[in-house]
């Protein structure tokens, strides 16, 4: 699960893809400013996806 990101959301997130049969990537560990990705936020974004995705 995301750092910080509140368990309802985690929860939306996942019972919505399940009703619509989507897969779910559960990204980790996300460097952020102010609440957003920072540039190395985003590029540990981009690994993740990218490993799950090959």
Do not use: F, W, Y
Request: aromatic share 0%.
């Amino acid at each position: 699960m995301n750092t910080k990101l509140r368990p309802e959301i985690t929860e939306s997130i996942e019972t919505l893809c399940r009703k619509h049969d989507i897969e779910t990537i559960m990204l980790k560990d996300i460097a952020k400013k102010a609440n957003h990705p920072s540039v190395k936020g985003m590029e540990e974004i981009a690994r993740q996806v990218g490993e799950r995705i090959k």
